[in-house]
Every structure is written in C-alpha cells, then in structure tokens.
Nanobody
Framework: QVQLVESGGGLVQTGGSLRLSCVAS????????IGWYRQAPGKERALVAV???????NYAGSVKGRFTISRDKITNTVTLQMNSLKMEDTAVYFC???????????????WGQGTKVTVPS
C-alpha cells in the first residue's frame, strides 16, 4: 500500500506564494504520474498539475504560468510551487499518485489526506 503525505498549506495573502510538498512511501512501488488536485467549497475535485515519469508537465489553464510542479524520483516527492496566488486558488489540495505496486503486483492510485490553502479576499 502506498501512502501520500502532504505538507505546506496555509493562509497567504493575495499575490503571495506557497510551496506544497507530498512524499510517497510504501513497499516496492513505482510511480508513473504524480500530481495535485484541488477541491474548493461546493465544487468538484479538479486537476491542478501533474507530472509524468518522463517529466512531462500538465497544468490546469487557471494556474498555468503561476504554478510549477516538480518531482524527485529518488525521494518520491512532488512539489507544487504556487506564486501570484488568488482568492480563487482557495481550496483543499490533494496529492495523487498512479503507479505499480510490485508488492501486490497491481496498479494503484493513491490520494493524500489534503492540505488547505486559503487566500482571503
């Protein structure tokens, strides 16, 4: 079983920056895609950014140019650098990973517990 633990959320003023991190742990696994989703109050969970095992990055249009995703395959960490934050970025941010568990010999999809980002008006 693969576990994801996020950190780095908090309260930040409009125009400010935050850095979210997510560490994956478990036994005998490899990650293909890893990234971030967010869920604002009253809305569905939506993709923010994802990075593939080849390093290809994909961003939601609303964050392109402001957010940057990166990953460290050695430490199984993904980071989301968020700049020029806006009120509409307020949400709970969830780390998501898809890959293969060599322990259970099956594909997996894991979610973190979420970290809250608040950008007050």
């Amino acid at each position: 079983q693969v576990q994801l633990v996020e950190s780095g959320g908090g309260l930040v003023q409009t125009g400010g920056s935050l850095r979210l991190s997510c560490v994956a742990s478990g036994r005998l696994f490899s990650i293909n895609d890893i990234g971030w989703y967010r869920q604002a109050p009253g809305k569905e969970r939506a993709l923010v950014a994802v990075i593939t095992s080849d390093g290809n990055e994909n961003y939601a249009g609303s964050v392109k140019g402001r957010f940057t995703i990166s990953r460290d395959k050695i430490t199984n960490t993904v980071t989301l650098q968020m700049n020029s934050l806006k009120m509409e970025d307020t949400a709970v941010y969830f780390c998501n990973a898809k890959g293969t568990s060599w322990w259970s010999r099956s594909d997996f999809e894991a979610w973190g517990q979420g970290t809250k980002v608040t950008v007050p008006s």
